[in-house]
């Protein structure tokens, strides 16, 4: 019989990790590097049953499993291990004629107990790759994996349990009740990939404790595509970020196509070609593509198809299988700018296309909209290029290509407005869990006396030219000049 997580148990799991914490059972290098080994011993050995895992939960091919899971976590723990000596030494700072002589340093210091809640989509790669971070800072952890893929879920406590040390690294297995419990909690950080919603429950259940968060959300990412473009390229890369990426189902996935109306129909014929050469005239029977990840997802897919003034833009695809959780791949032009499907964030294979008198129009398009957590351009023109890079706010821009920003560990990956607040990756995870703490080392050498009372007017003078670090008026003052 499996023990049901109460309350109880929420509150004993964070106090056993934080004494774990307190007695400085994380803070050395050598407990971190072991566990980051660790977490790529489970990488090297049980990759199959990964695989087997992802597929059960969403039908993932074996090459999106292997490299857009475990061969980027390998790329992460592998950076950690090899920079970790760096990112924990402190950092040099300069002081100033005001602190003379003294010397001064920023001390990366472990945030405490953190809990990383992490999503069904990626659920390997999006559990994982925040606890890298927070093992690497030096913090006990608490994972919550998606009940969403329960394969998934139940593999990750498996292998946590197996291969890390249980007294500062934890998984919590459950649902609805088992997350609301947790964030009962006082953390010293929550770390939140999933949806918007979701993410306001989170920062209210923070803001209880002034806890701070990540939160790793999404939003509508637009594609927009210039006349001066490689055409066959630039439907290759934006197929193989929309559907070749969990059919959709990514926060950094093509939301919509922003385009001309002129060139619109080129750019529907390049994608209906090479959506047939990747997934054959029958992509429904493809293997190569994921599945729904769930009925009520399906159910919610197909209700933004069949909307009023919705279903007759479908150009492609449209098929659709509830029984084997299938959706083809399906492209939709001009639909209404008020329809559910360019309301909400799809996570799906649907790719609605909105046609533009000119492409000056994409800049008022995208920022009347909520800022997202990606925007991608194919152009050659470098001028639209450097504009787009400087004026259109997301948590990420890439030009010429699909989603690769991800995979750039010198990168910070995260949101801006309602995609998100805060990033990771690389030193940015490391960063994430760090309290970038001030510390300046004083001399009892050169004790002067102008700092004390009884105060006087050359003291004043004195004083605010060593705080404007004001030369001149410091050889001024000290020379008995007015």
């Not at 087997?52 to 292997?66: Q, Y």
């Not at 007759?312 to 299988?321: A, E, L, M, S």
């Not at 001030?438 to 050169?446: R, T, W």
């Amino acid at each position: 019989m499996v023990k049901v997580f109460q309350a109880a148990d929420a509150t004993d799991l964070v106090t056993e990790l934080r004494r774990s914490f307190d007695d400085g059972v994380t803070r050395g290098y050598e407990w971190r590097v072991t566990q980051l080994k660790k977490l790529l011993l489970i990488c090297d050995n049980h990759e199959p049953e990964i695989v087997s895992a992802l597929h059960d939960d969403l039908g993932k091919p074996e090459l999106e499993s292997s490299v857009y899971e475990v061969a980027l976590l390998r790329n992460s723990i592998n950076l950690a291990v090899k920079q970790l000596k760096d990112w924990m030494a402190p950092d040099k700072a300069k002081t100033s004629l005001t602190t003379f002589p003294a010397s001064a340093e920023i001390v990366y210091e472990p945030l405490g107990v953190v809990l990383v809640i992490s999503a069904w989509n990626y659920p390997f790669l999006l559990s994982i790759d925040p606890v890298i971070g927070a093992i690497s800072a030096g913090n006990a952890v608490v994972l919550k994996p998606s009940e969403l893929a329960p394969a998934s879920s139940s593999l990750l406590a498996k292998l946590l349990e197996q291969y890390l040390d249980s007294s500062a690294v934890r998984v919590v297995e459950g649902a609805v009740t088992e997350t609301t419990l947790l964030l009962e909690q006082k953390w010293d950080k929550i770390f939140y990939t999933g949806s918007s919603r979701i993410g306001r429950i989170i920062m209210m259940a923070a803001a209880k404790h002034l806890t701070p968060v990540v939160l790793e959300l999404g939003g509508k990412s637009p594609v927009v595509i210039d006349s001066d473009t490689n055409l066959k390229i630039t439907a290759k890369r934006i197929i193989a970020g929309k559907w070749g990426c969990n059919n959709g189902q990514a926060c950094i996935s093509p939301d919509y196509i922003l385009t001309t109306k002129e060139f619109s129909p080129k750019v529907i014929d390049a994608l209906k070609q090479e959506l047939e050469a990747f997934y054959g005239k029958n992509p429904m029977e493809s293997k190569d593509m994921s599945r729904i990840v769930n009925s009520n997802h399906f159910d919610r897919l197909s209700k933004m198809l069949e909307e009023k003034e919705v279903s007759d833009k479908i150009v492609y695809g449209g098929q659709k299988n509830r029984y084997k959780l299938k959706i083809a791949p399906t492209i939709l032009v001009d639909v209404p700018l008020d329809s559910q499907i360019m309301s909400e964030e799809i996570f799906g294979p649907l790719l609605p296309i909105i046609t533009l008198n000119n492409l000056e129009e994409c800049f008022d398009v995208i920022r009347s909209r909520p800022k997202p957590l990606a925007a991608y351009l194919f152009t050659q023109n470098q001028k639209l290029k450097e504009r787009f890079a400087l004026t259109v706010s997301a948590g990420g821009i890439v030009v010429n290509d699909i989603a690769v920003h991800l995979a750039v560990p010198t990168l910070p990956f995260g949101g801006v407005g309602e995609s998100g607040m805060g990033s990771y990756h690389g030193k940015f995870s490391f960063d994430a869990f760090s309290h970038k703490k001030a510390v300046l080392y004083k001399s009892f050498i050169g004790d002067a006396a102008i700092r004390y009372p009884p105060y006087s007017t050359g003291k004043l003078r004195l004083l605010k030219a060593l705080v404007n670090s004001n030369i001149l008026e410091i050889f001024r003052v000290i020379s008995g000049l007015s």
